[in-house]
């Protein structure tokens, strides 16, 4: 068990191969014009695809922390996206980002809080990892972001505008709030202004109430006054971004950016109010491990269950394991509490077992509730950002303090 133990000399070994090999799988992914390619099942770029504005955030999120790692070659790499970002994939003449441009260079229409909300900490990373215009980027995404997907009556964000900021569309979901905690984290720490940490707390009290109300299962869509919409795309049930029922990938995602917010505001793990709201974390975590994990006879993590906890979508996708991975590890580390850690090594044997491709690199995005590889969802593999910080996250010991800058601090 030692090479799936946290903390243990084989683990931190083998999460340092895993890291290695992702960062140098990636390298192929640039555009001319700096947009992300898709990549195929070996790195291969897939250019008869859209180069998408949240892909190539999270590829300019990656190398800055591969620059920051010391890995060559990564900051190459972080400048090309970041030219992409402030090229093909922003819109002059409105502001803001498109949600991506066509293989020939069409733009793909509308404009989307979550796309948004990783420009925001893509450009937080680059900007710690000393990129060059990447400072400008962020404060340009954060004046666009507070202008137009910021509802500051409220504490939540909206979800997706027209291209011309003129229409905003009726659907709101948590998706993107969840990822704008993430960016507002980063942008606190990269930026020292608690302004955005306030802001994720105030998202993360709505969904403590809308989880707590639901047996810790967390709503995902809602309706344009945020009443939660528990039907939404029940007749599409693995959408890729607004499947039906819950997500136990995300309510394990949660308690992650809940402990992160709860240490990084109350400045202690064993501050009573840091404590409560971490108690909270492991509702959401238990919950969503009993539902998804191994719940159909077979290893891994269902992608979607119904509101009493059946699975309702089987596959396994790889996303949902890195945050199993980076939450596990986390709530070890503020609790001391050793399911955590057994929690931890099953997830990393599964990993190695299953979800590595160790013959073409990378993780296998989808599965099937086999455990044989599907590319109904999630062809290829798409880009790097949840696998690598499954290399990080677990390993950094300054829990309340995003990534990028716990890597910048070193």
């Not at 897939?46 to 920051?68: A, N, Q």
């Not at 893509?122 to 710690?128: P, Q, V």
């Not at 340009?140 to 900021?165: M, N, P, Q």
């Not at 007749?235 to 394990?252: C, E, L, N, S, W």
Request: charged share 25%; proline share 4%; glycine share 8%.
């Amino acid at each position: 068990m030692g090479k799936y133990e946290l903390n243990s000399a084989e683990n931190k070994a083998f999460v340092r191969e895993i890291r290695n090999n992702l960062l140098s799988f990636g390298h192929r992914f640039p555009s001319p014009g700096g947009g992300s390619y898709y990549l195929g099942d070996d790195g291969t770029p897939w250019k008869d695809r859209p180069r998408e504005t949240w892909i190539t955030s999270r590829m300019c999120h990656v190398y800055s922390l591969g620059t920051m790692l010391g890995h060559e070659g990564s900051e190459e790499l972080a400048d090309a996206a970041l030219k992409g970002l402030t090229g093909e994939l922003h819109d002059t003449e409105h502001g803001g980002w498109y949600a991506g441009v066509t293989a020939d260079g069409g733009i793909l229409p509308g404009k989307q809080c979550y796309a948004h909300a990783f420009v925001i900490l893509a450009a937080s990373s680059a900007m710690l990892a000393g990129r060059p215009g990447a400072k400008e980027l962020l404060k340009d995404a954060l004046r666009i972001y507070d202008k137009f997907f910021w509802d500051d009556e409220l504490g939540l964000s909206v979800d997706t505008w027209d291209t011309d900021f003129k229409v905003l569309d009726d659907y709101r979901g948590i998706n993107a709030n969840m990822h704008t905690v993430e960016a507002f984290l980063a942008a606190a720490d990269a930026m020292d202004d608690e302004n955005y940490r306030v802001r994720a707390g105030r998202i993360i009290s709505h969904i403590v109430g809308w989880a707590r109300d639901n047996d810790w299962r967390i709503p995902e869509h809602f309706t344009s006054d945020w009443k939660p919409d528990l039907e939404c795309n029940k007749d599409r049930p693995d959408d890729q971004f607004k499947p039906y029922g819950a997500t136990p990938g995300h309510g394990i995602e949660w308690s992650r950016l809940i402990t992160q917010w709860a240490v990084s505001t109350y400045q202690d793990p064993d501050n009573e109010n840091a404590k409560d709201y971490i108690k909270i974390a492991e509702k959401l975590y238990n919950r969503a491990v009993e539902d998804g994990w191994n719940a159909d006879g077979a290893p891994g993590i269902c992608y979607t269950t119904d509101w009493s906890g059946k699975p309702v979508v089987h596959d396994r996708m790889h996303w949902t394991l890195a945050e199993a991975i980076n939450a596990s590890a986390v709530l070890y580390n503020v609790t001391g509490n050793v399911k955590y850690k057994k929690d931890y090594a099953a997830f990393m044997q599964y990993l190695d077992e299953k979800v590595l491709d160790h013959k073409n690199g990378s993780w296998f995005h989808q599965l099937d509730e086999h455990n044989n590889l599907l590319t109904t969802v999630w062809p290829g593999k798409s880009d790097l950002y949840h696998a690598l910080q499954a290399t990080i996250i677990p390993y950094n010991e300054l829990v309340g303090v995003s990534i990028a800058t716990a890597l910048h601090q070193k």
